[in-house]
């Protein structure tokens, strides 16, 4: 597997909460609590959101929020705001050769 | 204050040589790893391999093995990403990354490659 498997595209309202899925399989996602989430805005460098499937790191914003079920992980931003508009980016470790794997990014649209 | 500063914007012609740099400042540079992540125009993340400083054990995605050297000093806190024989297809984004067991903390601001005859 080259990429974990991610929606191309998720979008939602002003104050409405939207979930983003990463489908991996029982190399990663599935055997290991190691999924991570980026948001990366155009022209700009990736920024960790979450770790280890639902930490969040200081000056994250609480509205973000991970999860895992089987080989699925999953982002969840409630409380849509314009600024989260952009890309996002799962990744996993993985006892495949690559060792980590990204997602194929999902562009979140805030209508 | 981490920051992963990178070398600028590169053009360079098929079949150059290149190498790219990642200056770490704010944090100890053996305790981490550094990693080098590709993005092509329009596209998502490729994780490319990662090097340990403390050691230069270094993991290459099998992808780019062979076609790309990670090298780093700790002498002067930087990761390099080289290249012998460079090909139209590696034109992209190259990000280095700063981790500790599966996650990346810290991104540099990318470095430019544009290999065009």
């Known amino acids: 597997q080259s990429a974990l498997t991610q929606p191309a595209s998720v979008s939602g309202s002003p104050g409405q909460s939207i979930t983003i899925s990463c489908t991996g399989t029982s190399s990663d996602v599935d055997d290991y609590d190691y999924v991570s989430w980026y948001q990366q805005y155009p022209g700009k460098a990736p920024k960790l959101m979450i770790y280890d499937v639902s930490n969040r790191p200081s000056g994250v914003s609480s509205r973000f929020s991970g999860s895992k079920s089987g080989n699925t992980a999953s982002l969840t931003i409630s409380g849509l705001q314009a600024e989260d508009e952009a890309d996002y980016y799962c990744s996993s470790y993985t006892t495949s050769t690559t060792l980590y794997l990204f997602g194929t990014g999902t562009k979140v649209t805030v209508l | ?117």
């Open chain 2, 1 to 117: 204050e981490v920051q992963l500063v990178q070398s600028g914007a590169e053009v360079k012609k098929p079949g150059e040589s290149l190498k790219i740099s990642c200056k770490a400042s704010g944090y100890d540079f053996t305790s981490y790893w550094i990693a080098w992540v590709r993005q092509i125009p329009g596209k998502g993340l490729e994780w490319m391999g990662k090097i340990d400083p403390g050691d230069s054990y270094t993991y290459y995605n099998p992808s780019f093995q062979g076609h790309v050297t990670i090298s780093a000093d700790k002498s002067i806190d930087t990761a390099s990403l080289q290249w012998s024989r460079l090909e139209a297809s590696d034109t992209a984004m190259y990000y280095c990354a700063r981790g500790l067991s599966a996650v990346v903390f810290n991104w540099g601001q990318g470095t430019l490659v544009t290999v065009s005859s």
